[in-house]
């Protein structure tokens, strides 16, 4: 046997406890100490001590017969398959490990609740520097009034007449081929191997009811597009005292007015005019951290890229944040004032006119290599 405690202790009741006192412990100490739930040390061990206990004091035979000889008068409970001692007779054996005569197979125990999903769209800055989140959830709960049972405060479910509480109808079909044994679920309990005679009136034997809950979702930095949080145990209940699912919050990020992540760099691209191109300039551009000052070089060309170190999103793994890639386009002026015009033609008569010669890349050759590198050898 799993324990050699007392199996009252165990559920932590009376032993005068009633049979809907025990199901509520029992449910109450399952979904505290299920394996899939707590991770401490000893954990499974309780959680088979608390199944051994509910299952002996569950059965009136098998209390009756633990209050009156203690572990003797149920050695049988938690022996293997072929040990039958402690039993009262056939009846029982076959009660305990077949749910009646039929042959059909136990009852599933406690299960756990479903996963759920939740949307979440969030700034580029929430994505970029974390945040908290507020969200409002409606998500199936265990009803308050009957604590999971489906029946009203003071009743209790009943073994279903037709399966036996097995949850399986088994009809035998005889041919010449032998016979044939047709299992399906129960259309009278749905498989539960339970009725109700008496529902809830809150949650109409439903069991639970759909309730909305407000959460907190701390959203760390350098999340992205179909980043998942976690949040354990607040999925969906889980059914007969199996713990419950987790929650999936899904993240969606907005696109931003002018930064553009890729991986954990963020590219701003940067219009300049000619003139800011030829001699040079300092200019103001923005970050994810404010605005900083930007020295470009004269002869700058257009797809030259300038390299911002650590102004980019935080890796979310590890520590240290990615760069802001600079990305410049000289732009050309398509109207001229009378004096630009002048300006111009002067600066033209000093350039002379050259001719790309046979082999060397034209401007837009240069300028396509240029975008094509600008995350292989971006330029500081």
């Not at 498989?191 to 008496?198: L, V």
């Amino acid at each position: 046997m799993a324990s050699k405690r007392d199996y009252y202790e165990v559920l932590e009741v009376d032993r005068n406890a009633s049979k809907e006192d025990l199901k509520r412990a029992y449910r109450r100490m399952a979904r505290k100490f299920h394996p899939d739930v707590n991770r401490e040390e000893g954990a499974d061990e309780r959680f088979k001590e608390i199944n051994e206990a509910y299952e002996v004091l569950s059965n009136d035979n098998s209390r009756a017969a633990y209050d009156r000889f203690g572990h003797a008068g149920v050695q049988g409970a938690g022996a293997g398959p072929g040990d039958f001692s402690g039993f009262g007779s056939v009846a029982d054996i076959f009660e305990e490990f077949f749910g009646g005569f039929g042959g059909g197979r136990r009852r599933a125990g406690p299960r756990r609740g479903a996963d759920l999903r939740y949307d979440l769209t969030i700034d580029f800055e929430d994505a970029v520097f974390g945040a908290e989140k507020e969200i409002e959830v409606r998500r199936p709960e265990i009803c308050p009034q009957c604590f999971g049972s489906g029946a009203e405060p003071g009743t209790e479910p009943v073994r279903c007449d037709q399966c036996n509480g097995t949850g399986e109808v088994r009809r035998v079909r005889q041919s010449f081929l032998g016979s044939f044994v047709n299992v399906t679920t129960c259309p009278t309990c749905n498989g539960s191997g339970e009725t109700i005679p008496n529902p809830c009136t809150t949650c109409n034997g439903r069991k639970q009811i759909q309730q909305a809950r407000t959460l907190k979702v701390k959203v760390p930095p350098g999340v992205d597009n179909d980043t998942q949080i976690r949040l354990s145990g607040e999925g969906a209940p889980g059914v007969d005292g199996g713990p419950p699912g987790n929650l999936y919050v899904v993240l969606h990020v907005k696109n931003h007015e002018y930064f553009q992540r890729r991986g954990d760099d963020i590219l701003l691209e940067l219009e300049i005019n000619i003139a800011q191109a030829a001699l040079g300039d300092e200019i103001t551009v923005p970050t994810v951290d404010g605005d900083e000052v930007l020295k470009i070089p004269g002869g700058t060309q257009s797809g030259k890229v300038f390299r911002m170190r650590a102004h980019g999103v935080p890796h979310l793994r590890r520590s240290g944040r990615g760069d802001q890639l600079i990305v410049t386009h000289v732009v050309i002026p398509k109207k001229l004032t009378p004096e630009q015009r002048e300006l111009m033609e002067k600066l033209a008569g000093t350039l002379g006119k050259e001719v790309v010669a046979q082999g060397e890349k034209s401007f837009l050759g240069q300028l396509r290599d240029a975008l094509g590198d600008i995350f292989n050898s971006p330029t500081d």
